[in-house]
């Protein structure tokens, strides 16, 4: 393809910079800086791609981030092709492919064209009418709609792209880089300000940069040199970071947005190896000013979405930045001044102009003059009323508008020869960022345009998003509300001269007559979704009126552009046949992000291993060296099981019990929480926390606790010990730590202030080794021979501060597994070496490692609970028969008065049993449910199985549950009923082994 | 996400706090006299204000400091922070 | 009698150009009396009325909404529909629910394009394991279909979610519950208010409840924008704005509204054809209609009516979500709103009775009312009607939070989505 | 004997930045409200500890950082031995403070890993992950703040120009170590 179509005026493509890219698997050229969308239109291309619902062929519309219709697929490689990119927002580099979507077989030949003629089956919500036909058949409709629906195609393996975040703190953020962008970045820098400004092109400047035009001048300077002068300027300030390619997605309370930062989506293959795909900016701004410009508005008549249709300052954009042309025969229509603006640039640079149609009646702007005067036709008071051409648009039809705009003078109709039709219906103010903030909006009658009104946060907006569109209104407002809103005294922009045309006429028309009966037309609002101006009106016709209803029945607004371009027709075409006024309408809400946001940069690095962080205790290494499998419990790895050869989990849990319970077992109890706790009320702290009393507790002693929610629940258990008059240090479960020890925080804060109590986490300060097993005293013998062992001088349920060598310890002799046992707690960083010196003392009895699973087993055969396992926040102590650890004498502790309410007191409650099963060899299913009888429907459940194992010492299955009226039901049977098959099981003690804790003492 | 000022570190951005519900809402001193109705108005009932609004925070991964906030739950707007123990502002 | 809606219908409309269409519901004024009035013109609402003229043949009422309705939580919400409860109240009301959506389309006469594609919830620790176990045995006993799945078998249903052992929570196995799936919510209060609107309900839009008026400890009207309304009695389906109502009548409830987020990718043709959920890395996922991936996040811990969350809750459902299946990471974010639930202690919703005579409150179902819509309907027109509740709507009163009866669904699931 | 094995083995080096743990440290918590308790400590290990928040104070061997308006963390300046962990000052201060009902003295040495960072690009590595604003911290010497870093609790202290000390829970300090130096490599 030769580049018969550019113009050679750009300063912004590199014409010496060759680029070859492929489109729907025909290779093209392009220059360094073309997007996607101007290297097709330089090739002639402009079937891009086909419509949601009708698959009608479309083209590119706009040149920006606007863009309904030119979406494509870019990328072929599984992992990081890319659905519904906007060509118009595509830098082109060698080795691009993209390709047109939601067409099959292809672009040219989409077989669901046929939709088109359906369409008079299809008007806005026929799916709510239709497919209930038969009642069962809606599965089998929605699978053929769901084919057709869709846009481009997911990828189907992981990204391998980088993500990243970066947290920003400045004094001022400026949105948008145009002319009033520039010019309040240079203000905020200039006066010490710690600014950042953003832009979502790859340029500084906006529209201004690439305005040539005598028709507007600054300073008398052109307004693009005068504007280019003012960026080398910006640059050289020494407060500010500038960057590009970076759009604000969301803009939520407190001066807190988000934006997304390309930075290689313009890259090559080769160039963006190893490089950060995309950042997100997480921005805190003590000041923020939108100047996010404003969009182009289309106008809606019948058939306005063929490909060669597009904005006005599209057209514009794409022969002044781009050098592109983009017809050979060029019609613009408009109701504003804005396509003359266009249709001069090109006339100027020799492309053809061969008319303008304007709705107005007239007008005496200069630059309309200027227009006339260069001898461009102009067709006054005369609408479209359609056009022609599939693929491309090839004619339009011109009539004359009757004297109120909603008919017509006479019925002659022109047919005129076109390839590209400019449209303009005016700009809408981009509030969009505005409104997420919460911002409210007010609507200005003389140009049908909403804009800011009330601000919620120290923000501002300037420029055309303000509704400021004329170039010395925009000068001049910019630079007063930068004076006042930065509050600095003078401004460079002070007494600039500006030379602009003055727009002198207004009219406008949201829904353009058609000759045709409107049923028979298809004016598009939403081009993407293919709902037209005669969707809005079926809809208000059967009763919807709230416009939030209106765009969901129609779908209006809900495509990937999200209404940029079409929500304002939407809305005038209610009010216009409601007879409601506009600005009484209401708008929708504008909801973030701004432009789609890539879920992998929202995420950034939280992937793969940074997902959640991962805790390890200081045994870690040594449990993997010893072939350890993990359990997540919380964000702790803990070791589960040490399987040996072959070994399955039962297997390994089986022996590690036996060699526990025989003779010595290790475990690694680091993760259970430890808070430390002073102060002189510290044991009335503890009476008021647990259920039971701590006054009496003698130091040196330990004592287990169980502590309630406030509603009478179980909430958490363990040991505390008392190491000093007013010096504790308690066990919380590994789960429950940071949850207990920050609800105690806030008793001790907001609740009890009186107490002098102190708690300070010191989980992670200690290590801890639990020796358990008959043999467990003589190892801790080898490992302490000068610490006297004896029950009398160190008893159960006691504590003793030692010293290995010079290591200062603390040893608790506590059990979980009713075994006589050692808990010894050192500090961190020595926790890998005690571990070690206690496998080897421990080698001649042979000490096993057990891990959480044993643990779990060994604590059923005794019948302890663990919270969370035995319980389910609906468990009391009472229920748990845990009666002997609540204080009947206490007045008061945390969630006393809860177990006094009618429900908590009810004697059938569920309440802990123990479960033998007939068949001692059957292990019941952790979660099953327990019946007494089947002949009921619904089957009355009773309770369920909450642990369950295989115990190698009693050599029978043994089961914990949860049964109503249980306490009651010792050597009653029961059934569990299975898919396959029923259990009888029949209640016990939850107690299984050694109910005299003769054990304890071994 | 809000931007908290800390009576105690300064502002901090939301994430670094936890919210704890209504304020001033005080355990009773004597549960065990009320009534169960009585003591469902403490542990579950809810003023769940639309509008301003008294409510605790937690400066969780800062001081660790609870404290009060007025906050309007309309609009987020924080109005005013103060100490845990401290009055509460009239009107 | 209005237009049957069906493909013959359409047909016959294209001939008139779509101009013959009735209005599905009208817009009238309010009455000075109506015999009920339903504060709230939700999903739950306008099914409330649905029933009462239906099942009640109580016509002269009905159901005021201060903006738009469907316009709250049921237009906002992520449209999920099953009945594996745990506990037998829960699971007796939500299939209860399931059972009247399976033929809701033809009762309604209007597509609610209910899809019974199947929702997948899963485990990724041990207690999660015993947690789902727990509930599939309750759930079969209950005669609710549910299928505890192996991983592979997780694999299999769904085949884009990463079941590798590897990855930071492993996904250990899941529940299936097929005839579970999703709506389209906006049909759901269209169609219910059609269908209202039809036996006479009049749907009162723009009018915000203002007070209501008691004598005594009996209710006698409402004061609203549009003026005195006067009723014996009034059915409250405020959602998040519930404790707003219970304030004008001197009550307080036991919940708080907080910010509930979602959002949707672009569409893209289908690559997930089932529901998944997952409570221990909170993310949930399916795909509409349309194409767009369809994900629930998680709720803030304040209270707020502002209809906006923070980022923190999207960012970590969205890591989640990539978690889980990493071919998304290149997806885009289309679109992200808030919404504002009522969340109970327990987790369950209020379908109750209350100490005013005549005032009966339908809230607190946090973040899963939308699966109930036609259930809390028909138990809530019940209510009203018979100043009774039906016996699956019993356990739901308020007084449980002063027995201490709760019907605590957080150990089934951290957020009952 | 029991041999000391700290959680952070490398010293790694980036572009303007270079990371690794310093240890042994003792660290003590200190908790307390009254003018009594800031007088006994400032007699017994000729310290003053910072009333102002998110500040510091330094004496010869040790560094007192503010924590909240009732609790400050003391560090070591200097190395202290493997060998042995008994802290000169932890048993003179329980003493002083603890038995007396004063406040509290908790040992929290090996609670915290201190992992020091040091380069020109330690705010551009922190800004990576912690919400914090350091626009005032960096041109302070001495600040010092309690934040999230890739989600993990973290003191930051800001101890001499281009040096900050990073304080994290032991068990958490692989994690933020593997994710420092992630996100290390691509500064």
Known sequence: ?1002 | MFLINCPYCGERDQSEFIAGGEAHIERPKQPTELSDDEWAEYLFMRKNIKGIQFERWNHAHGCRKWFNMIRDTSNDEIKLIYKMGEKPPKG | ?417 | ?187
């Open chain 3, 1 to 417: 009698m209005k237009n049957k809606y069906s493909i013959f219908s359409l047909i016959k409309n294209a001939f008139s150009y779509h101009e013959n269409w009735q209005k599905a519901w009208n817009d009238p004024q309010p009455k000075k009396e109506y015999d009920a009035v339903i504060v709230g013109g939700g999903g739950h609402g306008l099914a409330t009325a649905y029933y009462l003229a239906k099942k009640h043949n109580m016509k002269n009422i009905a159901v005021v909404e201060k903006g738009w309705i469907g316009g709250g939580n049921t237009g906002r919400n992520t449209t999920i529909i099953r009945s594996n409860y745990l506990w037998d109240a829960s699971a007796g009301l939500y299939d209860h629910a399931l059972k009247i959506w399976e033929g809701l389309s033809q009762e309604l006469n209007y597509n609610v394009m209910f899809s019974q594609r199947g929702v997948m919830n899963l485990a990724h620790n041990l207690q999660d394991v015993r947690d789902l176990k727990r509930r599939t045995h309750a759930n079969r006993l209950n005669g609710i279909d549910a299928v505890y799945l192996s991983t592979e078998e997780v694999k299999n249903f769904c085949p884009i979610i990463n079941t590798s052992p590897d990855i930071r929570y492993p996904v250990l196995g899941g529940t299936l519950q097929r005839r579970a799936g999703t709506a389209r919510h906006d049909a759901v209060a269209w169609g219910y208010a059609r269908g209202a609107d039809e036996m006479g309900v009049d749907i009162i839009q723009n009018c915000e409840v203002k007070g209501i008026k008691r004598n005594g400890d009996n209710v006698e009207g409402i004061e609203t924008t549009k003026g005195f309304i006067k009723t014996k009695k009034v059915g409250v389906v405020a959602a998040g704005h519930s404790s707003v109502i219970a304030n004008m009548a001197g009550l307080r409830l036991p919940l708080e509204s907080k910010p509930l987020q979602a959002l949707v990718s672009e569409p893209v043709k289908p690559i997930i054809d089932t529901v998944v959920m997952s409570n221990a890395v909170h993310a949930y996922v399916s795909q509409s209609d349309k194409g767009e991936l369809v994900i629930g996040a998680g709720t803030d811990d304040y209270v707020s009516y502002s209809q906006k969350g923070s980022h923190q809750i999207v960012e970590g459902t969205l890591n989640a979500i990539l978690e889980l299946y990493p071919i998304f990471s290149r997806m885009r974010m289309l679109r992200q709103w808030g919404g504002i639930v009522d969340i109970c202690p327990d987790a369950s919703p209020i379908l109750s009775k209350t100490s005013v005579k005549g005032l009966y409150f339908n809230c607190g179902w946090g973040t899963g009312g939308f699966k109930a819509t036609p259930g809390s309907g028909d138990l809530f027109a019940h209510t009203i009607a018979n100043d009774e509740p039906h016996k699956l709507n019993a356990a739901f009163n308020l007084n449980r939070f002063v027995s201490g009866d709760l019907v605590d669904e957080h150990g089934a699931a951290a957020v009952a989505h």
């Open chain 4, 1 to 187: 004997m029991l041999n000391y094995t700290s959680p952070i083995k490398e010293l790694k080096k980036y572009t303007g930045l270079t990371v690794g743990e310093i240890s042994p440290l003792m660290k003590l918590n200190l908790r307390g409200k009254s003018r009594d308790f800031l007088t006994a400590i400032g007699k017994n290990i000729n310290i003053i500890l910072p009333i102002e928040a998110n500040t510091s104070s330094s004496s010869e061997n040790y560094t007192a950082i503010w924590l909240s308006p009732d609790e400050w963390m003391v560090v070591s300046n200097n190395i202290d031995s493997k060998d042995n962990n008994d802290y000169e000052i932890e048993e003179l201060l329980f003493n002083k403070i603890s038995k007396t009902n004063l406040g509290s003295v908790t040992n929290v040495t090996d609670q915290l890993v201190m992992i020091n960072l040091s380069g020109e690009k330690i705010f551009d590595l922190l800004s990576t992950g912690c919400p914090f604003d350091f626009n005032d911290f960096k041109s302070k010497k001495g600040s010092s703040t309690q934040t999230l870093l890739a989600q993990i609790d973290v003191i930051i202290h800001h101890n001499k120009i281009n040096s900050v000390n990073l304080f994290v829970r032991r068990s958490f300090s692989e994690h933020l170590m593997s994710w420092i130096n992630d996100s290390a490599s691509r500064l």
């Open chain 1, 1 to 1002: 393809m030769s580049q018969n179509l550019r113009v050679k005026s750009s300063n912004f493509i590199d014409e010496t910079s060759r680029i070859s890219f492929k489109f729907n698997g025909k290779t093209y050229y392009g220059f360094k800086g073309d997007t996607l969308a101007s290297a097709l239109l330089a090739n002639n291309v402009h079937l891009v791609g086909r419509s949601f619902k009708y698959h009608r062929p479309r083209g590119i519309m706009t040149s920006g981030s606007e863009e309904p219709n030119a979406i494509v697929q870019v990328g072929n490689d599984k992992a990081i092709t890319e659905p519904n990119v906007r060509a118009t927002e595509v830098e082109i580099y060698n080795g691009l492919e993209a390709k047109s979507q939601n067409c099959w077989p292809s672009v040219n030949f989409d077989i669901g064209g046929i939709n088109n003629f359906l369409s008079p089956l299809l008007p806005a919500g026929f799916y709510y009418k239709t497919f209930m036909w038969p009642a069962s058949f809606w599965e089998k409709y929605e699978i053929a709609i769901r084919h057709s629906a869709g846009l481009g195609r997911s990828p189907t393996k992981p990204d391998t792209d980088i993500y990243e975040h970066r947290y920003i703190h400045c004094d001022v953020l400026v949105i948008g880089a145009g002319i009033s962008g520039i010019m309040a970045a240079k203000s905020a820098a200039q006066n010490n300000l710690n600014t950042l400004l953003l832009d979502e092109k790859n340029e500084l400047g906006g529209t201004t940069i690439y305005q040539n035009s005598d028709n507007f001048k600054i300073d008398n300077k052109i307004s693009s040199e005068w504007l280019n002068d003012e960026i080398e300027e910006l640059k050289k300030l020494d407060n500010l970071e500038i960057k590009t390619r970076t759009s604000v997605a969301a803009y939520h309370g407190y001066n807190y947005l988000l934006a997304r930062e390309n930075l290689t989506d313009h890259q090559s293959k080769d160039e963006k190896v190893n490089k950060v795909r995309q950042r997100l900016l997480k921005i805190r701004a003590k000041k923020v000013i939108i100047a996010t410009g404003s969009l182009e508005r289309p106008l809606v008549f019948n058939n306005n979405d063929r490909p060669g249709i597009m904005l006005s300052s599209a057209v514009k954009k794409y022969a002044d930045y781009y050098g592109v042309i983009c017809g050979k025969k060029n019609i613009f229509f408009t109701n504003n001044d804005t396509a003359y603006e266009s249709a001069i640039s090109l006339y100027k640079k020799g492309i053809n102009v061969h008319c303008v149609i304007d709705i107005r009646e007239n007008s005496n702007s200069s630059i309309v003059k200027e227009a006339q005067d260069l001898g461009i036709k102009i067709y006054w008071s005369h609408t479209v009323v359609d056009t022609h051409g599939y693929k491309k648009l090839k004619q339009i039809s011109i009539m004359e508008l009757s004297k109120d705009g909603q008919s017509f003078a006479n019925s002659n109709k022109t047919v005129l020869d076109c390839d590209c039709l400019g449209i303009a219906g005016g700009w809408t103010p981009a509030v969009h960022l505005f409104t997420q903030s919460g911002g409210k909006l007010k609507f200005r009658e003389k140009d049908q345009v909403f804009i800011p009104n009330i601000y919620p946060s120290k923000q501002i907006s300037i420029g055309s998003c303000n509704g400021d569109f004329e170039l010395d209104e925009i000068i001049k407002n910019t630079s007063d509300t930068l004076k006042d809103f930065l509050e600095i005294d003078n401004s460079d922009y002070d007494n600039l001269t500006v030379k602009t045309t003055k727009e002198t006429s207004k009219k406008n028309i949201w829904l353009l007559p058609s000759d045709k009966f409107i049923g028979k037309t298809k004016p598009f609002v939403d081009y993407q979704n293919d709902a037209t101006a005669k969707d809005i009106k079926l809809a208000l016709r059967e009763g919807f009126r709230s416009i939030e209803h209106v765009k969901r029945y129609t779908t209006t607004g809900m495509g990937t552009d999200q209404g940029k371009l079409g929500n304002m027709h939407a809305l005038g075409i209610i009010a216009d046949t409601t007879g409601v006024k506009m600005g009484e309408v209401g708008t929708t809400t504008f909801r973030p992000p701004y432009t789609p946001l890539t879920f992998g940069t929202i995420v950034g690095r939280n992937v793969g291993e940074y997902f959640d962080i991962f805790r390890r205790t200081p045994m870690n290494d040594w449990h993997i060296n010893n072939n350890a499998e993990f359990e997540n419990v919380g964000q702790w790895k803990r070791a589960w099981y040490y399987p040996r050869g072959n070994e399955s989990m039962h297997e390994a849990v089986q022996r590690e019990s036996k060699a526990t319970r025989e003779s010595a077992g290790i475990l690694d109890a680091s993760t259970l929480g430890k808070i430390d706790i002073q102060g002189s009320d510290a044991s009335e702290f503890l009476n008021r926390v647990y259920t039971n009393a701590w006054s009496k507790l003698g130091i040196g002693k330990c004592r287990y606790g169980l502590m309630l929610n406030e509603d009478g629940m179980v909430y958490d258990d363990g040991v505390t010990t008392r190491l000093g008059e007013n010096h504790y240090i308690m066990t919380t479960t590994t789960g429950g730590a940071a949850n207990v020890m920050s609800k105690l925080e806030d008793y001790l804060q907001t609740e009890w202030p009186e107490l002098d109590v102190y708690l300070t986490s010191v989980t992670d300060h200690f290590a801890t080794a639990t020796i358990g097993g008959p043999n467990s005293k003589k190892i801790l013998n080898k490992l302490i021979p000068n610490l006297d062992l004896s029950d009398e001088n160190f008893p159960h349920m006691s504590f003793k501060k030692v010293k290995i060598g010079k290591i200062n310890c603390r040893i608790m002799r506590i059990s979980f597994t009713g075994e006589l046992s050692y808990e010894i707690n050192v500090q961190a960083n020595y926790g890998k070496s005690l571990w070690e010196q206690c496998i080897d003392a421990g080698k001649e009895f042979n000490i096993t490692p057990y891990g959480t699973e044993t643990m779990h087993l060994l604590r059923a055969e005794k019948g302890f609970i663990i919270v969370g396992q035995d319980t389910d926040g609906t468990m009391t102590p009472i229920d748990l028969q845990m009666d002997w650890v609540v204080s009947k004498k206490k007045y008061d502790f945390i969630g006393k008065r809860s177990l006094y309410r009618s429900d908590t007191m009810r004697e059938d409650r569920k309440q802990m049993v123990g479960l033998l099963t007939d068949d001692s060899n059957t292990i019941l299913e952790e979660g099953a449910q327990i019946v007494s009888e089947f002949n009921q429907n619904p089957v009355q459940m009773l309770g369920h199985v909450t642990s369950s194992y295989f115990s190698p010492n009693l050599n029978k299955s043994i089961a914990l549950a949860v049964v109503k009226g249980g306490k009651d039901m010792m050597g009653k049977k029961l059934f569990i009923p299975m898919e396959d098959k029923t259990i009888n099981v029949t209640v016990v003690d939850p107690v299984f082994l050694d109910k005299e804790n003769k054990r304890l003492n071994a």
